[in-house]
């Protein structure tokens, strides 16, 4: 059957592409400010080829970011690539996923070399999904988002990692390209509820519901937790997967944006609720204060309503409703705002003295993530410790967070307790109790050379460690990720003692969202592996893939 190739369908599919490549890169590019050209460009030279075969590829985009200039280049009939031009900095390659391949993500530091020259890039057949999606009488349903999201698997904290995304043409269909082998649930959303300004008084009668479409999970169902997964090898086609929208009672919610302090520019409100996947909220708009509102179309659920007062200067001040939409309209009573807080912390060397009052070798780096809400204009969760002591991070907003942290090399964190609650694998609400942590100095050291089956080395790989048994859900000490360079190389330090097994992937096809599904996945059989304290070890890992 050939691919339904869509216009409107692939030009969303681009757009949201080229979204997730400049995404891709902040960790690459933050925090490492360009430096001022000194009148000497840089280069960048090098050839993708694929990895099944070693034979060059023509005609793949390599996209540059951090360039002045981020348009493009195409690969010759060779698989060269040269890029020419570039100031002093730090820049990150990706081959484009509408080429049809797949590749690591390559990082190039050029602020002290006048260039970088033999990068080669190994290239997998990318794996796409088409479909189609109907009403109840088999009748299609245009303009219709359909994504496909990373699947977390069983962890409750871990909300789908949206890879990528297209609207459905007139007969309905879709189609997904770019994908990367892995597990994926695929969402359907009609357009998104809408603000509208609306006057209403409190002796209105609410709203009456009405019928509309809502959201449904392949293969037609309203829950994530009843979605089936859709597995890919890479480089796989799977077409045809059809699945129903279905109309059902949908209400209104009403409320006022709040009173915001005089010198306040607005007010930011938003409505998310179970289907939030830290991109995009349902709704979004900027009202005056005190400026009454009404969102309709929102089916039965659980939803949270944000609002944040746009302050030019001084503090600003924030409200968090969590909201319950079950069997008729919803009011929302007054928004209260409140300043926001200040969660303190602090962290502690065990059984270590010495290195205790000395810096770490590289900083501890701590934030905490939202749960079910997005991150708020005015929050400031990360905070960088260069030695163990006490610390704040902020501002931040309440409600539940998730606590996650990158440890010095050597470092794991035996303990995170607040209020003497274990925050390793439940989320923590901020507030005046003190947040624990713990670090210990006798971790492990794990080195992992990839290969192919062939014994070859597999450059460009993502690597797992699991704790064995491992838990249900994991901490961030359970589940460890390197990524193998050119060299086929991959280092992870700072790992507890204890048993571990070790998986191995393409680049690219593990993100955090989705580890510990993809982990669980694949070990299987996988060799157990011993690590006593402060140990260094060394093995071969097989990467295995269907090398289209």
């Known amino acids: 059957m050939k691919p339904f190739l869509l216009h409107s369908s692939k030009l969303h599919a681009a757009a949201f592409a080229r979204r997730v490549l400049a995404a891709a890169f902040i960790a690459i590019l933050s925090g490492a400010p360009q430096e001022s050209p000194s009148g ?37 009939e060779s698989g060269g690539f040269t890029i020419r ?44 999904i088409s479909g189609r999606i109907v009403n109840k009488d088999g009748k299609p349903w245009p303009k219709i988002q359909v994504s496909a999201l990373r699947d977390p698997g069983r962890n409750p904290w871990r909300v789908p990692d949206r890879a990528m995304a297209a609207l459905t043409d007139e007969e309905g269909r879709f189609v997904l390209e770019g994908l990367d082998q892995g ?51 890479a480089g796989e086609e799977k077409e045809g997967l059809e699945w ?95 300043p926001p807080m200040l969660q303190k912390l602090r962290v502690r060397v065990e059984g270590d003295e010495k290195a205790a009052a000395q810096d770490f ?40 967070n998730l606590l996650e942290f990158r440890t010095p090399p050597g470092y794991y964190v035996a303990s995170a307790t607040l209020a003497g609650r274990d925050v390793l694998r439940a989320p923590l609400d901020p507030g005046e109790d003190l947040l624990d942590i713990t670090l210990r100095r006798d971790g492990a050291e794990l080195s992992v050379q990839t290969v192919d089956s062939e014994g070859r080395t597999f450059a460009f790989a993502d690597v797992l460690a699991g704790r064995d048994p491992f838990p249900d859900p994991p901490s961030p000490m359970d589940l460890f990720l390197a990524n193998s360079g050119q060299n086929g190389l991959a280092t992870l330090s700072g790992l507890p003692p204890g048993n571990y097994r070790i998986v191995g992937f393409p680049s690219g096809a593990v993100t955090i969202p989705n580890a510990a599904a993809a982990y669980r996945a694949a070990v299987g059989d996988a060799e157990r592996i011993r690590l006593e304290p402060a140990a260094k070890i060394t093995r071969r890992l097989v990467i295995r893939f269907a090398g289209r």
């Open 40 to 76: 000497e460009s840089r280069f960048i030279k090098g050839k993708v080829i694929r990895a099944a075969d070693g034979q060059p590829v023509a005609g793949v985009e390599i996209r540059v970011f951090g360039a002045p200039q981020q348009d493009g280049v195409r690969t010759d």
């Open 85 to 128: 031009g570039l100031p002093p900095g730090k820049y990150g390659l990706m081959v484009a996923p509408w080429s049809g391949y797949r590749a690591p993500e390559v990082a190039v530091d050029l602020r002290f070399l006048p260039g970088a020259d033999g990068i080669v890039i190994p290239l997998r057949k990318s794996a796409r």
């Open 183 to 233: 597990s994926y649930l695929l969402l359907a959303e009609p357009p998104p509820a809408r603000w509208t300004q609306k006057s209403w008084s409190v002796d209105e009668a609410l709203p009456e519901p009405r019928r509309a479409v809502v959201s449904a999970w392949y293969p037609g169902v309203p829950d994530r937790d009843l979605a089936s997964p859709v597995s890919l090898a």
């Open 244 to 338: 129903e929208l279905a109309e059902t009672r949908v209400y209104c919610m009403q409320s006022k944006a709040p009173a915001c302090p005089k010198e306040a520019d607005g007010a930011v409100l938003e409505l998310t609720n179970e289907l939030y996947l830290g991109s995009a909220s349902m709704a979004k708009e900027v009202l005056q204060p005190g400026q009454a509102w009404e969102v309709c179309g929102l089916a039965e659920g659980e939803y949270v309503l944000t609002a944040v007062c746009r302050a030019p200067e001084g503090q600003e001040l924030y409200s968090i409703h969590p909201l319950e939409v079950r069997g008729q309209s919803l009011r929302v009573p007054e928004m209260v705002l409140r």
């Open 361 to 400: 070798p590289s900083p501890m780096r701590i934030w905490l993530t939202p749960v079910g809400r997005p991150l708020m204009l005015f929050e400031k969760p990360m905070q960088s410790l260069p030695r163990a002591g006490s610390a704040e991070i902020g501002p931040i907003a309440g409600g539940p």
